[in-house]
Structure formats: structure tokens, C-alpha cells
């Protein structure tokens, strides 16, 4: 199929708006069967665990102090008990969240704009519709995706709503409970793709030409098949860069380029991008059977899965020699590209973060903002937090205590007083026949009284055990 877009700017803006709907729904729209993940030994995923667990502890330190042991970890994978956590500290998500207590609340309560409305309602069932959270029309998945998508369109009204939203908002409620996968998207839209889902979708054209001219760099042969044949960046990066990779890649190779994505920023979805441009159009035995624009852009669609894969393409992304700063000077001479062709642009966005680091250094975090609240708080019957718990040591406790030590003494002497009386009652009464505790077995056995099984109400449910770490 070949896409026919407008001579002059403002046609081209335009086409390419109504063509990105298209183009979402033009692939398959769940992601590839889950490859299964690479196998790591329990006791190195526990260790993993424990680091992990000892960082999100001192967050604030090993960001300031540590920050290339933090990349390295997360280059490795971050542990999956721990990922959610994880990806809302270095989004900075947690911080967000902490600062804006009830807004969250508060949007959820609002009705939204029906404009929106309508159009999230019928993406919902379009997000991984074979996923268990979102396989039931109007289940607890897709009832908690409308309420982050529609509190976004209440928290950014200027942007609304876009339909490459919702596979990213749908990764983040597979991973933390819906407060936390607003507060995500927030920052994906705001700090790592900023301009990405707002009207006319000027960014993601800036990156798209940012990618090809990167690509030059990373793979000469691609780069002159795609410029010789005209095709614009748009036709086969929109998906990759918007729903960052989430529909495109096999689930292990997402989570992993996730992991890097929310540590590192951008330049992570660029080399994944730039990986797989080289490994399928990087030699001229590739490109036999690419033609025309139209075999290039179904080849780009078709992705053999042997690039896909998590060790293979984790390693080639690390070999990518491109950085924040490479981006940066190409988004520079790219903008101003656009102004000299297009003229102004017509939504301003704001500067774009290249990572956690960089986030946390724009807005630092108060150590209140990084404390961990609880997961699980299981409330007592008073009878066993008295026995269980010490009180605080108050006045009125400290009455308690004398009191009782006084009832304490009182109650020793009064059986003092018991066990005498017993004691000389027995020398006056007649002994009785003592049952021998040790009975033969020709000794016949003492009946046992039928007592009822009370069940203990202190156990935790299945239900209540599972959490978000």
C-alpha cells in the first residue's frame, strides 16, 4: 500500500494527522507471542533483588553518586518483583505523584470531555486484547486504562488525547496500580517525548528526520535506499518512536528496552530504532527483494524476529555510538530546517529530559518525596497488640504500669493465701484415688470431649498476599 501526502506544509500536517490512525491499526494489534525470557539463576535474581531494594532505600544517593552502577543495572534488567517500583523513581513519577497528593483523585472524579471520551472508549478493547488484565470487555484493566487516559486529557486539555497513548498507559498498569500509571504517563509525555501526542505531531516528524540523518552515521547502505526511494521517516518509524516499541518488539525485549528507556531517555528508542533499520536494509543481499518504496516500508513492517530478540538486540543497542548530545545537535540543525521549509512551529514544547539523572537534577527531589510507603498493612485485633506490642511510654501508661505491678503483688499474695488453706485442708480430708497419668494399654482410654475448630481470622488470603512491590 502506498500513503499520498500534500506538496505544501500545511497538507502535509494534515494527511499526516488523519493517516496516523491508520497507521496504528495498519499492524497487529496485540503484541508478538512473549518470547520466553532469559533464564537467570534464583540466587542471582535475589541478590539483584536485595540491590535493587538497597537503591530505591537511598534513592536520592546512588542518583547523585552512583548513577553509572544505576545505568548498569538497568542495562542488565531490572528485576520484574521490582520493575514498577523501579520505573517510577526514574521517571520521577514517585516524586510527581508525592508532590500533587489527590489530583490524581480529583480528575478521576470529573467526567471528561465526550470528545475524548468516546474515541478512548473505543481503543480500550485494542490494548493487548490477549493480555489477562485487558482480555474482558469492561474488566478491572480496562475500566483502570479509561480512568489514567481520560485523567490525562483533564490534566493536559491543550493535547487531548491520542490513540499511541494507550498501549503505553496499558505497559504501565500491567506493572503499578492506576495512580502510579497516570503519574507515568505524565512524565513520558512531559520529559521523555515532549510534543509527541500533541496536535499536528510536529515532534515525532522532528525525530523521524533526527533518525534518518543518525542513520547515515550507523548505516551508510540503509540510508541511501531509504533517501534514494524518498521514503519519509513517518512511514515506518510513527509506531516504533510513539508507542515506544511496545507493539513491535517480542514482550522480554520491551521490558528490557523499557528499563533502559526510563534510565536513559530518548537515545534508547533511537538506537533500538536505528538497530533495526541496519539489521534489515543494511546490505545489498538485503535489499534484493526491496524494490520500490512499497517493499521497503512491508519489509519494515514484517520484522524477522532473530533481530528482535532480547540478548541480541540489548547487545547491538549498547554498540550504537549515539548520545544525548549527538541527539541534541541534530534536533538543533533539524529545527531549524523546519523554520527555514515550514516556517514556526505551531505547539511549543518543552525541553526534552535524557533520562532520570537529568530529571531529578531539574526538579530535586525532598527525601520526603522518595519515602516508601508500606505495601501491606495488616491491622490486629486489640487483644493481640497488647500482647504483641509495647506501649509508648506516656504518663498514662506509666499509671498503667504501677497499677498493675500493685494488682500483680496482690493477686501473688491472695494465692499465697490459697495454697496454704489447701494445703492444710488436705491433711484433714481423706486422700483420693489419683488416675495414673502413664496408662497400659490394658488400661481402658479416657473419652475426649468434642470441642469445636476455631478458625483463625489473622491469616492473609491469597489475594491479600499479592502486591505491588
Given at each position: 500500500m502506498t500513503f499520498f501526502v500534500g506538496a505544501g506544509p500545511s497538507s502535509f500536517d494534515l494527511s499526516f494527522r488523519l493517516l496516523v490512525p491508520f497507521l496504528l491499526r495498519f499492524n497487529v494489534l496485540f503484541p508478538p507471542s512473549p518470547e520466553r525470557e532469559q533464564e537467570i539463576p534464583p540466587e542471582v535474581l535475589r541478590q539483584r533483588e536485595l540491590k535493587w531494594l538497597d537503591m530505591l532505600k537511598n534513592w536520592d544517593k546512588w542518583m547523585l553518586r552512583k548513577h553509572k552502577k544505576v545505568k548498569l543495572r538497568c542495562q542488565k534488567g531490572i528485576p520484574p518483583s521490582l520493575r514498577g517500583r523501579a520505573w517510577l523513581y526514574l521517571s520521577g513519577a514517585k516524586v510527581k505523584k508525592e508532590q500533587n497528593k489527590e489530583k490524581f483523585q480529583e480528575l478521576d472524579a470529573q467526567p471528561g470531555d465526550p470528545k475524548w471520551m468516546d474515541v478512548i472508549e473505543k481503543d480500550l478493547h485494542r490494548q493487548f486484547p490477549f493480555h489477562e488484565m485487558f482480555v474482558a470487555r469492561g474488566g478491572h484493566g480496562q475500566q483502570d486504562l479509561y480512568r489514567v487516559l481520560k485523567a490525562y486529557t483533564l490534566y493536559r486539555p491543550d493535547e487531548g488525547y491520542c490513540q499511541a497513548q494507550a498501549p503505553i498507559a496499558a505497559?504501565?498498569?500491567?506493572?503499578?496500580?492506576?495512580?502510579?500509571?497516570?503519574?507515568?504517563?505524565?512524565?513520558?509525555?512531559?520529559?521523555?517525548?515532549?510534543?509527541?501526542?500533541?496536535?499536528?505531531?510536529?515532534?515525532?516528524?522532528?525525530?523521524?528526520?533526527?533518525?534518518?540523518?543518525?542513520?547515515?552515521?550507523?548505516?551508510?547502505?540503509?540510508?541511501?535506499?531509504?533517501?534514494?526511494?524518498?521514503?519519509?521517516?513517518?512511514?515506518?518509524?510513527?509506531?516504533?518512536?510513539?508507542?515506544?516499541?511496545?507493539?513491535?518488539?517480542?514482550?522480554?525485549?520491551?521490558?528490557?528496552?523499557?528499563?533502559?528507556?526510563?534510565?536513559?531517555?530518548?537515545?534508547?528508542?533511537?538506537?533500538?530504532?536505528?538497530?533495526?533499520?541496519?539489521?534489515?536494509?543494511?546490505?545489498?543481499?538485503?535489499?534484493?527483494?526491496?524494490?520500490?518504496?512499497?517493499?521497503?516500508?512491508?519489509?519494515?513492517?514484517?520484522?524477522?524476529?532473530?533481530?528482535?530478540?532480547?540478548?541480541?538486540?540489548?547487545?547491538?543497542?549498547?554498540?550504537?555510538?549515539?548520545?544525548?548530545?549527538?541527539?541534541?545537535?541534530?534536533?538543533?540543525?533539524?529545527?531549524?530546517?523546519?523554520?527555514?521549509?515550514?516556517?514556526?512551529?505551531?505547539?511549543?514544547?518543552?525541553?526534552?529530559?535524557?533520562?532520570?539523572?537529568?530529571?531529578?537534577?531539574?526538579?530535586?527531589?525532598?527525601?520526603?518525596?522518595?519515602?516508601?510507603?508500606?505495601?501491606?498493612?495488616?491491622?490486629?485485633?486489640?487483644?493481640?497488640?497488647?500482647?504483641?506490642?509495647?506501649?509508648?511510654?506516656?504518663?498514662?501508661?506509666?499509671?498503667?504500669?504501677?497499677?498493675?505491678?500493685?494488682?500483680?503483688?496482690?493477686?501473688?499474695?491472695?494465692?499465697?493465701?490459697?495454697?496454704?488453706?489447701?494445703?492444710?485442708?488436705?491433711?484433714?480430708?481423706?486422700?483420693?484415688?489419683?488416675?495414673?497419668p502413664y496408662a497400659l494399654p490394658s488400661d481402658p482410654m479416657p473419652l475426649l470431649t468434642d470441642s469445636p475448630l476455631h478458625e483463625s481470622n489473622q491469616s492473609l488470603s491469597s489475594t491479600e498476599q499479592d502486591t505491588y512491590l
Open positions: 505497559v504501565l498498569l500491567m506493572h503499578m496500580p492506576a495512580e502510579d500509571a497516570f503519574w507515568g504517563l505524565v512524565q513520558i509525555c512531559e520529559k521523555y517525548l515532549p510534543g509527541y501526542y500533541s496536535a499536528g505531531l510536529e515532534a515525532i516528524q522532528l525525530d523521524g528526520e533526527i533518525l534518518f540523518s543518525l542513520l547515515r552515521r550507523v548505516s551508510p547502505v540503509a540510508h541511501r535506499h531509504l533517501g534514494k526511494h524518498e521514503i519519509n521517516p513517518v512511514l515506518y518509524m510513527t509506531e516504533w518512536f510513539m508507542c515506544a516499541f511496545s507493539r513491535t518488539l517480542p514482550w522480554a525485549s520491551v521490558l528490557r528496552v523499557w528499563d533502559m528507556f526510563f534510565c536513559e531517555g530518548v537515545k534508547i528508542i533511537f538506537r533500538v530504532g536505528l538497530v533495526l533499520l541496519k539489521c534489515m536494509l543494511g546490505s545489498q543481499e538485503k535489499l534484493k527483494d526491496c524494490q520500490g518504496q512499497y517493499e521497503t516500508i512491508e519489509r519494515l513492517r514484517a520484522l524477522e524476529s532473530q533481530y528482535m530478540q532480547e540478548g541480541f538486540l540489548v547487545r547491538e543497542m549498547l554498540e550504537v555510538p549515539i548520545s544525548e548530545h549527538d541527539i541534541e545537535k541534530e534536533h538543533n540543525k533539524q529545527l531549524k530546517r523546519w523554520k527555514e521549509t515550514r516556517g514556526e512551529l505551531t505547539y511549543k514544547s518543552p525541553p526534552r529530559m535524557h533520562g532520570a539523572k537529568a530529571i531529578m537534577e531539574a526538579e530535586p527531589p525532598s527525601h520526603q518525596d522518595l519515602r516508601q510507603a508500606p505495601t501491606i498493612i495488616l491491622n490486629l485485633p486489640l487483644e493481640q497488640n497488647s500482647s504483641t506490642e509495647q506501649p509508648e511510654n506516656t504518663e498514662d501508661n506509666k499509671d498503667k504500669k504501677s497499677k498493675d505491678r500493685r494488682e500483680s503483688k496482690k493477686s501473688k499474695e491472695d494465692k499465697k493465701q490459697k495454697l496454704n488453706k489447701k494445703k492444710s485442708a488436705k491433711n484433714r480430708k481423706v486422700s483420693k484415688e489419683i488416675p495414673n
